[in-house]
């Protein structure tokens, strides 16, 4: 079945660390995309790839870093430097054109202490 | 910038009620309206989408119209049962701005027996 895989589903990480998420994608989409999700709250953008070795920042970029080496993944690593990383990650991607919708992972909720 | 303005929840209904969720935007160019809905813990999943003015989506008895003349894109069911409970995030996307949604804040929905 064609799909966004996010792992893990939760993860755990103590303040100043580090972490990468994982999301792959087998929908052969050129476009990726990586939100957060704050309680309550809508989803705003961190990152986006439009094409392999290529991204862009989105509204909330600092903190973050990706890399996008191969057309099926996108992780995303949230540093020591990103003052709130506790939070609902969910990865996206979409086909290029118009009118196209994003098809979303199940997201990675992570919790630093 | 581009912009999505959705009632705020929660919404409680009752079985059967009838259900509507207003959402506006403002955006530069022409865009594309979806919404998509949040179950808990999940990622999002489309429930519908239009690309054009006058436009209908429709999915699962949940329907929206693209009225460019009040840039308005509000969902509307008929009927709701207890498994409409979810979160419904009202979103718009530009071609010329590779495609990335910009999202409404989300409107709870909670639906009694």
């Known amino acids: 079945d064609g799909g966004i895989t996010q792992s893990p589903k939760y993860l755990f990480r103590k303040e100043g660390q580090n972490v990468t998420l994982s999301c792959e994608q087998n929908l052969n989409h050129d476009a990726m995309y990586w939100y957060r999700q704050d309680p309550g709250q809508g989803l705003r953008l961190i990152y986006y790839s439009q094409i392999v070795n290529d991204f862009q920042k989105g509204d909330i970029a600092e903190g973050y870093s990706v890399s996008r080496e191969k057309k099926e993944s996108f992780p995303l690593t949230v540093t020591s430097a990103q003052k709130n990383p506790t939070a609902f990650y969910l990865c996206?991607?979409?086909?290029?054109?118009?009118?196209?919708?994003?098809?979303f992972g199940q997201g990675t909720r992570l919790t630093v202490v | 910038g581009d912009s999505v303005t959705q009632m705020e929840g929660p919404v409680t209904l009752s079985e059967e009620a009838f259900l509507t969720i207003n959402c506006t935007y403002t955006a530069t160019g022409y865009p594309s309206l979806f919404w998509y809905v949040q179950y808990p813990g999940e990622g999002l999943q489309l429930l519908l989408k239009?690309?054009?003015?006058?436009d209908k989506g429709s999915n699962k008895g949940f329907e929206a119209t693209y009225r460019k003349e009040t840039t308005s894109f509000h969902l509307e069911k008929g009927s709701v049962q207890v498994s409409d409970s979810a979160v419904y995030f009202c979103a718009l996307s530009l071609a010329a701005a590779g495609n990335k949604l910009t999202f409404g804040g989300g409107t709870r929905v909670l639906v009694k027996p």
């Open positions: 239009a690309t054009k003015a006058d």
């Open positions: 996206a991607s979409s086909q290029q054109g118009t009118s196209t919708e994003a098809f």
